[in-house]
Structure formats: structure tokens, C-alpha cells
């Protein structure tokens, strides 16, 4: 009786261990936004989302993800279409959405991305070996302020953001005849900022996120699923952006950070915005915290 305990406890185990990982499995997709133009849902834990813009004189990669992403889609892109890869974008630096560019590379893309993603990347590299790791692949051409593409009948736009934001090396991806541009993790879509809004500069990623609303655009890719539209963009422009005035008056007024989350008046974006009671004030904890360091520092 022990032993048969044992053996269905075990198997039990071994079943709920199963199942565990494959609820984590990631399920990556290339699903159409316009006849040409594809969004690429993938990364570690299929949060992550780029751009595959196919072309009768080639393909064109917006953002790798990592390097089991990139193995899917190289494979994805073979099956699906008659067209080798041209060119590979970075949005901008961080390995978990450029990771696995290296073997697009060796097929015989070109990577093409800011002059200043290589420094920060060898930054990565050299902090901890995540370029490595993540098998990421140096620019081979790279721009100061614009770089315009032009693939079969397609036109690109790469128009730098400026420094000071999330990293100094962000770039919008505008993809002109389809409409979309992507604006990757300064953007969220329908959802508040995440948790304490990350390790960015809080007013100069507004400062970006103005300047890429200022492109021609329907819809938006913001690295994370889901894709939105330009209403999307400028409602969470404006939930940030009022969001940073409010803290910015309670700290300049004298007010802790608990009166300063008592005091917020954004109800209005609730109806807009999800992950509202989970991560607001979160967001303001977060906002309070970069401000304090940015009056700091200056």
C-alpha cells in the first residue's frame, strides 16, 4: 500500500512538473498587420513583440528577441516565404530584444541600429556577458539622427529619440506605406507603466515618447503585446506625462510619497488603462523615486 502511494505520488509529481512547463513554453506567432507587414510575438516568456516586414526584394527584422525566438522565426520565415532576410533592426540596445541576431548575421543580414547601441551593448557584454549569452550581434551600419530604408516598394524610417530616456540609443521604427511604428518599452499600450516604471529616466522618456507621436502612424508595436493604435500612444503620453506634473508638484510642495499617492487626482485614465489597482501606485512610487534623483542630479 505504501509503495502504490508512493508510485501515484510520484507520478502525480512528474505529471504536475509537466504541466508546469508547459504552461511556461512559449508560444511565438507571426500573425499580419497589413498584407506586408507582420507582428512577431515571442521573447523569454512570450511578452515580448517585433516586426517582420516581407518584400519582394527580401525581408526585413524588427528586434530579435532572444536566441530561442530567433531560431523559430528564422525557421518560420523559411517555411512562409520565397525571401531571404536583408536586413536586421535594433530598436534600440537591450539584449532581451536583440537577442539572437548573430545568426541572421551569418546568413548574410545586415544589422542596422544607432551609433550608440555597440557601446552600450559592450557595456552589457562586459557587466555580464549577456551579449554572449544572448548571442547578439554588433551593427553593421549605423545612424546619428535618421536612416530611411527602402526595400521593394517599401520605405523605413529609423528616427532617433534622443538620449536620456529608455537607454540612449532608442530609435522609432517607422515602417511608412503600412502605417506602423514601433516604440519599444517607452510605450506601454492599454496598460499602466509597469511595477515602478523600470530603471528609465522618467522625463526623458516623455521627451521621447513626444517626439515618436509626432510620426505618421495607425498602429503602434511597443515591444510588448498587445498592438495598439495612435489613440493608445496618446493616452498613455498624456497618463505619464500628467502623472509626472502631479508628483513633480507634491515633492516641489514638501509631500511624502504616501501623502503624494493620496493626493493623485488621474481617475480619468482608469477606464483606459489597465493593471490600474495593481500597479498605479506603483507607478507613483516609481515616478516620486526618478524625480527625486533627476531634481538631484540637476
Known amino acids: 500500500m505504501i509503495k502504490t502511494s508512493f508510485m501515484w505520488l510520484l507520478a502525480l509529481a512528474v505529471f504536475l512538473s509537466g504541466r508546469a512547463a508547459a504552461q511556461q513554453q512559449v508560444e511565438y506567432s507571426l500573425t499580419p498587420i497589413t498584407e506586408s ?10 511578452t515580448h513583440i517585433g516586426a517582420v516586414l516581407v518584400t519582394e526584394e527580401g525581408i526585413v527584422v524588427a528586434d530579435t528577441m532572444d536566441p530561442e525566438s530567433s531560431k523559430w522565426l528564422r525557421a518560420e520565415l523559411k517555411s512562409r516565404f520565397d525571401q531571404p532576410v536583408k536586413y536586421v533592426i535594433f530598436s534600440h540596445s537591450h539584449y532581451d530584444h536583440i537577442g539572437g541576431s548573430n545568426p541572421f548575421k551569418d546568413d548574410g543580414a545586415t544589422i542596422i541600429a544607432h551609433e550608440n547601441v555597440e557601446q552600450e551593448i559592450l557595456w552589457w557584454e562586459e557587466d555580464s556577458q549577456r551579449m554572449t549569452r544572448w548571442d547578439v550581434a554588433l551593427p553593421d551600419v549605423t545612424f546619428s539622427e535618421k536612416l530611411t530604408l527602402k526595400i521593394g516598394k517599401k520605405t523605413i524610417n529609423l528616427v532617433y529619440l534622443g538620449p536620456g530616456g529608455h537607454t540612449d540609443s532608442l530609435a522609432a521604427v517607422q515602417f511608412v506605406e503600412d502605417r506602423t511604428v514601433m516604440i519599444v518599452d517607452a510605450a506601454n499600450i492599454k496598460t499602466v507603466g509597469y511595477k515602478t516604471l523600470g530603471l528609465s529616466p522618467l522625463l526623458g522618456t516623455i521627451r521621447q515618447l513626444r517626439d515618436a507621436s509626432a510620426l505618421e502612424f495607425d498602429h503602434v508595436l511597443s515591444g510588448h503585446p498587445e498592438i495598439g493604435n495612435r489613440r493608445d500612444l496618446e493616452i498613455f503620453t498624456d497618463y505619464i506625462s500628467t502623472l509626472a ?3 513633480g ?8 510619497l504616501e501623502e503624494t499617492q493620496q493626493g493623485m487626482q488621474m481617475d480619468r485614465f482608469k477606464k483606459h488603462l489597465g493593471n490600474w489597482d495593481a500597479w498605479f501606485l506603483l507607478n507613483v512610487q516609481g515616478a516620486y523615486e526618478k524625480l527625486l534623483h533627476e531634481n538631484e542630479e540637476n
Open 37 to 46: 507587414l507582420y507582428s512577431f510575438v515571442g521573447g523569454p516568456r512570450g
Open 249 to 256: 508638484e507634491a515633492i516641489k510642495d514638501g509631500k511624502s
Open 245 to 247: 506634473d502631479q508628483v
